[in-house]
């Protein structure tokens, strides 16, 4: 793996951040080579199909799913920050406001916005298809909720191939044509207007750069920097959840057996800390959902499963919320219910 770039270019937003996942997600792919065996003649028969329209592409089986899973990982994460950060400006605009009316209209209008980077996702990935990444949409679906889960995703990898239904992958273009006109007629208009979607905030600009300590497996750090963050905005939901995900997925590399307790304990504490803001404020939906699912895992993962079921339930009765977990939540009440 090489990389060859101008001093000015933004790492965080190039084919450099691109580059780095693939050097990530290759391994993982290539140890799933027996269930990529199972898939094999399904994919091939999509990437024929493709390759009729672009014959540039690559006839690579495991280049197409590593590369499908890479831009999906992109795009979700490229939504998920412009969520965040839409989110943090609303909530700032939100306590400025006097009328409920006013509060109101700022909800509508980051409602607005959250369906318009889901719009600019779909066309990123419409994009990524067309060159060949002919499993990225079945990738961003499965990777919906697992991001913010404490999950490892080379842990999911065999069952997210074994899950593959080829019968769904036909028409996916078809399938997402309004979202991506629509977010192709936003680009344009962005173009005409100068202006960007969102402004950076402080907060979230600083979340994102812990993440990138996360991504790093540099986990003690990532809790060292989230706990300073959390004394200077002590009521900020995003940084406990941060909290949570840390301690999750410390825990998982903790082999004593105290020592792991007491870390998915934090963990709790910290998923708690979300939902008992959420009583207090408004905050994003998606937050809350996501903090309900993660705090039913660690349920689950203690055999407390009519905890869990529970805390999946009032997961699911938010909704399908744009960056949620609602059907992670669904599949987990499902599996619950059936090993009962």
Not at 101 to 116: C, F, I, P
Not at 169 to 176: A, D, N
Request: aromatic share 8%.
């Amino acid at each position: 793996y090489y990389v060859i770039l101008p001093p000015d270019t933004d790492i965080g937003f190039s084919e450099v951040r691109r580059g780095y996942l693939q050097f990530i997600i290759d391994p993982i792919i290539l140890s799933n080579s027996k269930e990529i065996g199972t898939i094999r003649e399904a994919v091939k028969k999509l990437l024929d199909e493709r390759r009729k329209t672009n014959p540039s592409i690559s006839p690579d089986i495991y280049l197409t799913i590593s590369r499908s899973l890479v831009a999906a990982i992109d795009s979700k994460q490229l939504e998920r920050e412009r969520i965040e950060i839409a989110t943090a400006q609303a909530r700032q605009k939100i306590a400025q406001m006097k009328t409920d009316d006013e509060r109101r209209a700022v909800s509508r209008e980051l409602d607005e916005q959250k369906r318009g980077f889901v719009d600019e996702t779909a066309l990123r990935l419409s994009e990524d298809y067309e060159k060949g990444a002919i499993l990225v949409f079945y990738f961003s679906e499965q990777l919906k909720g697992i991001e913010d889960s404490g999950f490892d995703i080379a842990a999911s990898m065999r069952e997210m191939l074994l899950s593959f239904d080829p019968a769904k992958e036909t028409g996916r273009l078809e399938q997402y044509a309004a979202a991506r006109n629509r977010a192709l007629a936003a680009r344009e208009g962005r173009k005409i207007t100068g202006t960007t979607a969102v402004i950076e905030n402080p907060i979230t600009s600083r979340l994102i750069e812990i993440q990138e300590t996360i991504n790093a497996k540099n986990y003690k750090q990532a809790e060292t920097d989230l706990k300073a963050l959390l004394e200077k905005n002590p009521g900020e939901a995003r940084i406990y959840y941060n909290i949570g995900r840390v301690a999750s997925l410390s825990a998982e590399n903790i082999a004593e057996d105290d020592k792991q307790k007491a870390k998915l304990l934090e963990a709790k504490v910290a998923y708690e800390n979300v939902l008992r803001i959420a009583t207090v404020q408004r905050i994003d939906s998606a937050l809350v959902s996501l903090s309900y699912v993660a705090l039913g895992k660690i349920y689950e993962y203690y055999n407390e499963n009519s905890y869990a079921l529970g805390i999946y339930e009032a997961a699911i009765k938010i909704g399908d919320v744009p960056g949620g977990a609602f059907n992670e939540a669904v599949a987990a009440k499902g599996r619950l219910i059936k090993n009962q």
